[in-house]
């Protein structure tokens, strides 16, 4: 009789031990957004064991609209969106921190949810579910930085930036010559963006920057008119 119970501790604890194997950590269940932005989910994982272990993270359910697209990503490196399943090797406690899915929220407001799986690889049934719930909402006015009868130009966002930060402008004058030029601190030039007529926003890309303080100033037919302060963030 006492094997059978020793038998049946040694049983319990090893289940234990696997169940224990990994922790999700900062675990955030809903996010706030609005439409047209790109939202970075966190995935945080430690290995609470004593080995090298392989995770899995899979997503299993997600309602995302038609002009909404999902990937998971390792810092800047991405998969191709439809690729449900991402896998990393994780040393003893060791946590994986830059492990990101990344939604672009589309053009339509509403809310959306997704539910992934995290497991251990070849011992799925001891799997942890993290549902998330995302409000999706319409993009607030922003402010007016510059108008006149040539163009009107709003202010950057957001700020601070993350991925990448949006300006909308509309030229009223097709002979405007206009641009942006993004400097840092030391007033070293950090991009040059030309401002089309053709087109409504232009975009700075913020993930190809460090984190800082930056300004961007905006130029008419090559002068400058004023200069905003940028926050890049990581």
């Known amino acids: ?30 996010f706030q957004t609005t439409v047209s932005e790109t939202l970075r989910i966190p995935i945080r994982i430690k290995n609470t064991s004593d080995k090298p272990q392989f995770y899995i993270i899979r997503k299993v ?16 490196t991405c998969l191709e969106p439809g690729m449900d399943e991402f896998s990393k ?13 990344t939604l672009e929220t589309g053009l339509v407001t509403g809310q959306n ?11 799925q049934k001891e799997s942890v579910e993290h549902l998330i719930n995302i409000y999706v909402d319409e993009r607030h006015a922003k402010a007016v930085l510059f108008q006149s009868k040539d163009i009107t130009i709003h202010e950057a966002y957001p700020n601070p930036a993350v991925d990448l930060a949006i300006i ?14 993004l400097h840092n601190i030391l007033g070293k030039s950090m991009g040059d963006y030309d401002l089309p007529i053709s087109e409504t926003k232009v975009k700075i890309m913020a993930e190809e920057l460090a984190a800082g303080v930056y300004f961007y100033t905006l130029y008419l037919d090559n002068s400058g008119v004023l200069t905003r302060k940028l926050i890049v963030r990581k």
């Open 89 to 101: 090797r994780i040393e003893p406690g060791e946590t994986l921190g830059a492990l990101y899915y």
């Open 61 to 76: 359910q997600s309602d995302l609209g038609s002009t909404q697209k999902g990937y998971f990503c390792l810092d800047k």
């Open 1 to 30: 009789m006492k094997r059978w119970i020793v038998f049946a501790g040694l049983i319990f604890l090893s289940s234990a031990s696997l169940s224990q194997s990994f922790e999700l950590l900062d675990r955030q269940e809903n």
């Open 168 to 181: 909308d402008y509309k030229i009223h004058n097709e002979s405007l010559k206009a641009k942006i030029l």
């Open 113 to 123: 949810s997704m539910k992934f799986e995290v497991f251990a690889r070849g011992n």
